[in-house]
Structures are given as C-alpha cells and as structure tokens.
Nanobody, 123 residues
Framework: QVQLVESGGGLVQAGGSLRLSCAASGRTVSSYAMGWFRQAPGKEREFVAAISWSGSSTYYADSVKGRFTISRDNAKNTMSLQMNSLKPEDTAVYYC????????????????WGQGTQVTVSS
C-alpha cells in the first residue's frame, strides 16, 4: 500500500505563488507515475498535471500550462507542484495521486490518493 500526504496549501492573493508537496510512504513510488488533480466546490474533480515515473515526461491541463510546474524526487519519495501566477479560479482542494500505469489525465486510472490540501486564491 502507498500512503500519500499533501502539504503546502493555503490562502494567497491573485498573482501569488504556492508550492504543494506530496510525500509518499509505505513503499517507494519511484516506479509509479504520479499526478495532481483538483476539485472546486460544486465542480467535478479535474486533472491538473502528471509526471512519468522517471520525471522525464510531464503533462499539464491547458488551464495551468505555463504557470504550474510538476516535479518529483524519487530519492525522497516526493512530488511537488509549483504554482505561479495564481488566479481565483485555481481555488480548489488539490490531490496528489499515484498510478502503476503510465502518466495520465484519467483519474480512475490512479490507484492511490492523498486526502487533499486546500488552495484559496483571493482576488
């Protein structure tokens, strides 16, 4: 089993930055692709970014491309999401997830999920 714990969320003004972290435990996730998803109040969960097991390939939703950067450190069993130029529409609970398959924007293909961390962007 893999346990995932997100951290780094908070309240920030529009245009600001936050860095989310996802720490894995239970087993190494170095062979897992990983991703970030978010869910805003009253909306469905949506894909944000994903990264291959090696970190060599990354994928982003159009809404965050150029503003967010996903990365991972397999030696530390962690993954991060650097979020810059934040907008009020980025407000959501952010979840990290891990999958045994290739990196994907399809949430049902992820096997493990964290509990989420709240990100609130004020205008």
């Amino acid at each position: 089993q893999v346990q995932l714990v997100e951290s780094g969320g908070g309240l920030v003004q529009a245009g600001g930055s936050l860095r989310l972290s996802c720490a894995a435990s239970g087993r190494t996730v170095s062979s897992y692709a990983m991703g970030w998803f978010r869910q805003a109040p009253g909306k469905e969960r949506e894909f944000v970014a994903a990264i291959s097991w090696s970190g060599s390939s990354t994928y982003y939703a159009d809404s965050v491309k150029g503003r967010f950067t996903i990365s991972r450190d397999n030696a530390k069993n962690t993954m991060s999401l650097q979020m810059n130029s934040l907008k009020p529409e980025d407000t959501a609970v952010y979840y990290c997830a891990a999958t045994r398959t290739i990196a994907t924007w399809t949430d049902y293909k992820y096997d493990y999920w964290g509990q989420g961390t709240q990100v609130t962007v004020s205008s």
